[in-house]
């Protein structure tokens, strides 16, 4: 423009040569069709007029409109009934000899440019108006407004700065909208641009889900659009760091993995596309009230005890809030069903165990789980764990063949096993063996032993691995069973009362029977002799009268105390 040139021109000038300037008059504004300025201070020389340039185009040509010949008058009408702009320069003459007279500011009849908003933003509770300046240069101060229930108001000026904090706001309750408007000297106003409001973050908190729901409205009006968001998280007071990024469109997330009893502290960063300008949320800050859940849930040993009970045992986490405890059993790990159900202990401890009374390890191998329940009717199975299931079957040659199923507790290892022997209630361990071994072979006559039966149990050694990456060392301890070699009946065929093998006295190897029957017969059938304790013999008579020489028949029923019977029948010679 004319007024750019010659500022560029006469200031060029002057430094050049170094000469003084005459003072133009202030220019103002333009309020409607009449020129305002204040009075410019020139000693130089004598007054002549106040010159006021006019032209239709910004760029020029400009043209002498009018003289103002008084020193004192600071204003000039210049009607515009067509309402066209215009645009207006002033040049103080004096007539000082030799001096230049650069022009004032070139001004329109135009209401000042806006001053487009660069962004608002909550800042320590407060919001933070940030707006470029107006192009105008008859812009004096800026007027704030914010939307209000009642409307629209101002709300304060600014003369210096293009920034504004707002004590009187109140972005943690409500989204909060602005206009910035450029003010000239005149009272004139630029138009209203679009309002730019506040992010506002609401949160709400799901205890059942252990999530925070969050909330907001977008930033509205950049004139580049928002290039994305960011969400900001702080926890237990830390500062806070940024969490994730969001898409440009979001207004909702879902926090989740929330710690019951945490502080958590989040805002919303907006981010103009082009620019990079920012925008801030409020912050809003909450003690998380949630349902702990139930985690880090293991079943650490299932083993049976000597009364043939199972005791279960298991890790959980203490600080979980629940109700129930579910004790589910299977025999095949599926389709799991409740054997008991209990309250929660309280305070939760970090182990716990159960001892079911009515389940029957020696028939087979047996699963377990636990079950729990929390506040929200939320159910969390543990880890699985079974019984170690132990067989014996008795082998000719005095061999008693154990076997048994390999430890089985979900997230355990097994590391050995130990096999112990039981006889007359005097136990002892007869082999250490290898994790990968569930068989072995007893050699035991029961002859040795008094002529009883061998009762067997495994203990099974394992490590246990532990959320946090550690071990723990476990044992499990199997049935109890118990293997009767087969019975063996030495039965003498011919005995002498007045000899050296003077009764009939069959032998039962082994001895600890569970019921015991002799009875002899003579050949007419008639019976002659009973007797049910093992180790009694027959002397040859009946009722103290002794018999004649000659073949009996005797008959012998033994029942285990496994419950086999065996029963053995023939002759035997008395001698005289």
């Not at 309402?83 to 070139?106: F, H, I, K, M, W």
């Not at 108006?129 to 939307?147: D, F, G, N």
């Not at 532990?466 to 009946?489: A, F, H, K, M, W």
Request: glycine fraction near 8%; charged fraction near 15%; proline fraction near 8%.
């Amino acid at each position: 423009m004319k007024r750019l040139f010659l500022l560029l021109f006469f200031g060029s000038f002057f430094t050049a040569n170094g000469k003084a300037q005459i003072a133009p008059p202030v220019f103002l504004c333009v309020k409607g069709d009449t020129l305002l300025w204040s009075l410019p201070v020139n000693s130089c020389g004598p007054f002549n007029s106040y010159d006021i340039y006019f032209s239709t185009n910004a760029g020029g040509p400009f043209s002498l409109l009018a003289a103002v010949t008084s020193p004192v008058q600071d204003f000039y009408f210049h009607p515009n009934p067509t309402g066209e702009t215009r645009y207006y320069y002033l040049v103080s003459n004096y007539d000082c000899p030799g001096q230049l007279a650069p022009p004032s500011d070139t001004l329109d009849n135009r209401p000042p440019e806006i001053s487009p908003i660069r962004r608002v933003s909550v800042e320590g509770g407060q919001v933070l108006v940030s707006w470029a300046p107006s192009p105008s240069p008859e812009v004096l101060a800026y007027v704030i407004y914010r939307e209000t229930s009642i409307g629209v108001v101002p709300i304060d000026t600014v003369f210096s700065g293009t920034t504004y904090l707002d004590p009187q706001a109140a972005p943690g309750n409500q989204p909060e909208a602005y206009f910035v408007n450029a003010l000239d000297g005149c009272g004139n106003t630029s138009i209203f641009d679009l309002p730019h409001n506040t992010i506002f973050l609401e949160y709400s908190v799901s205890p059942c889900s252990q999530t925070i729901e969050l909330n907001w409205n977008p930033y509205q009006n950049w004139a580049n659009g928002v290039a994305g968001q960011e969400l900001w998280v702080g926890v237990n007071g830390a500062t806070p760091s940024l969490f994730t990024p969001l898409d440009a469109g979001a207004t909702a997330w879902s926090f989740k993995n929330v710690v019951d009893g945490n502080t958590y502290c989040f805002f919303i960063r907006a981010q103009e596309q082009v620019t990079g300008e920012e925008s801030n949320s409020n912050e809003v800050c909450v003690v998380a009230d949630v349902v702990r859940p139930m985690k880090d849930f293991y079943v650490k040993t299932v083993s049976v005890a000597t009364s043939g009970a199972v005791e279960i045992t298991w890790y959980w986490d203490s600080s979980a809030e629940i109700n129930t405890v579910d004790i589910l059993r299977s025999d095949h790990n599926g389709n799991y069903q409740i054997a008991a159900t209990q309250p929660a202990p309280l305070p939760l401890p970090p182990a716990w165990n159960y001892t079911d009374q009515i389940a029957t390890p020696a028939a087979g191998k047996l699963f377990y789980k636990i079950q729990t329940t929390d506040n929200c009717d939320t159910v969390v199975q543990s880890s699985y764990g079974s019984t170690i299931f132990l067989s014996g079957t008795p082998l000719t040659g005095h061999i008693n063949q154990l076997n048994w199923t390999a430890l089985d507790i979900q997230y355990a290892t097994p590391a050995a096993y130990d096999l112990y022997r039981s006889v007359n209630g005097v136990e002892a361990k007869i082999a250490s063996l290898m994790a990968a071994d569930t068989a072995y072979a007893d050699a035991f006559d029961p002859a040795d032993f008094g002529g009883t039966a061998a009762c067997y149990y495994v203990l099974a050694k394992g490590n246990l691995a532990l959320p946090d990456g550690s071990q723990t060392s476990i044992q499990s301890r199997s049935n109890t069973v118990c293997v009767e070699q087969p019975l063996r009946i030495y039965v003498p065929n011919a005995f002498a009362p007045n000899g050296v093998n003077q009764e009939f006295r069959p032998l039962i190897v082994p001895q600890d029977v569970a019921d015991y029957e002799l009875r002899i017969f003579n050949r007419y059938g008639e019976q002659l002799f009973e007797s049910r304790t093992p180790g009694d013999g027959w002397g040859g008579e009946k009722n103290g009268k002794l018999l004649p020489q000659g073949v009996y028949v005797y008959r012998i029923k033994v029942v285990q105390s496994s419950g086999r019977e065996e029963l053995k029948t023939g002759t035997v010679l008395l001698l005289r």
